[in-house]
């Protein structure tokens, strides 16, 4: 039987390989693993592009995505490395090659080989949810309903068995205020696992609970197999929190403002004027930073179309793996030139934004300042009229 997704004219592996069969399970052996095709990676220029592209999204604060390792020959070995050390008994050389296999490509089998690793060792929670892992994934692999239906069988009968043995913990804490942070060896929970049983490695854990003006409560539950633990948190408030009687505030002073003499009516006339009509040098500066924000505004945007082509491109040479394992057909030439003139595109929105935005720091950071454009200051006037005194000021 074979579920390789691999044509025979690409020699890359065989057809076929046989059972295991050890003595790890009393359940059947699973079929051989099953995995996606290999994908040849892309040059180098595109590499190098797609680096520099997501590098500049990620100084203006978008997320950098990183390439994976894709390796399925290397996968390939190392999955066969591992089964022969596991016939010859070597459980702790056996499960790093296991592990080193599924990291270069996920495998339905491998899966299954890493939960029964992590089960050998006591992990009985990490078992669990390879076992998931492997689940999903034959579900996701293109093979027919019988091949597919093995699997599940095989997946369904070692779930069963080990979820009796899976203990559980459930986290409370009381009470609850708000920015309430729940860490499990180290590792931030979400609100929502509170008063839930998840599954947990049996052995030691320790729970800590924080939260501002609160003191760090911590709490270490030994979770033995097959066992539901409950640890309960309480918080209390920090001595310096509990005061309920804070010393009352120093009275303030107002500040008396000081008031300019009165100037006489054509001093007055003049300063107004200079009031609704500043300096042109003033003026300029002003419409010299306005220009310089449209103009970074529009920089941002550039990089932002120079982004998403980037991810398109990534995109497109995605997709034409599959038509591409060692020579491209009609489809994968179609989208490698799709994907090459995408990545042009991104050169060009990447070069304009750039552009765009440096001209426009440029100009913010060469703008005239207010106080260097000949602004009259801080000034402060008095008129007397028959109704009293009006106050007029300019800052």
Request: with cysteine.
């Amino acid at each position: 039987m074979t579920g390789s997704l691999i044509p025979d004219d690409a020699l890359i592996r065989q057809s076929a390989e046989p059972h295991e069969t050890t003595s790890m399970t009393n359940a059947p052996a699973e079929p051989r693993r099953i995995r996606h095709a290999g994908a040849h990676p892309m040059n180098r220029f595109r590499i190098l592009f797609c680096t520099a592209l997501f590098a500049s999204v990620a100084v203006l604060g978008s997320a950098q995505a990183q390439p994976s390792i894709h390796d399925p020959i290397g996968a390939e070995a190392l999955f066969r490395r591992g089964l022969a050390a596991l016939k010859a008994g070597d459980w702790g050389l056996a499960c790093s090659k296991f592990q080193a296999s599924v990291d270069l490509e996920p495998a339905v089998s491998t899966w299954v080989k890493v939960a029964k690793c992590h089960e050998h060792d006591g992990k009985l929670a990490s078992a669990w949810y390879d076992y998931q892992r492997a689940s999903k994934l034959n579900h996701e692999l293109e093979q027919t309903a019988k091949r597919r239906e093995e699997l599940d069988d095989h997946i369904r009968k070692a779930v069963a068995s080990l979820e009796p043995r899976v203990p559980k913990l459930s986290i409370s804490v009381e009470p609850r205020p708000e920015g309430l942070q729940i860490y499990r060896d180290g590792v931030l929970l979400a609100p929502s696992a509170l008063n839930e049983e998840l599954p947990v490695d049996p052995g030691e854990h320790e729970v800590t609970a924080r939260a501002l003006n609160y003191r760090e409560q911590r709490q270490i539950v030994n979770a033995a197999e097959g066992a539901v633990v409950h640890c309960n948190l309480v918080l209390t408030l920090e001595p310096a929190a509990e005061t309920t009687n804070p010393a009352p505030l120093p009275p303030v002073t107002p500040a008396i403002p000081q008031v300019a003499p009165v100037a006489a009516p054509e001093a007055q006339s003049s300063h107004q004027a200079s009031l609704r009509n500043p300096p042109p040098e003033t003026q300029s500066g002003w419409h010299q930073r306005h220009s310089a924000f449209v103009l970074g505004g529009a920089g941002i945007v550039g990089l932002g179309i120079a982004a998403y082509f980037g991810i398109h491109t990534l995109s497109l040479v995605s997709d034409s793996n599959s038509h591409c394992p060692l020579y491209c057909d009609g489809e994968g030439k179609s989208l490698r030139d799709r994907a090459t003139r995408s990545q042009n595109y991104g050169f060009l929105a990447a070069g304009l934004g750039a552009a765009t935005l440096g001209i426009g720091v440029t100009l913010y950071v060469t703008a005239p300042a207010a106080k260097d454009a000949g602004h009259p200051g801080t000034q402060v006037e008095s008129t007397l009229t028959p109704n009293g005194v009006v106050l007029r000021g300019a800052w």
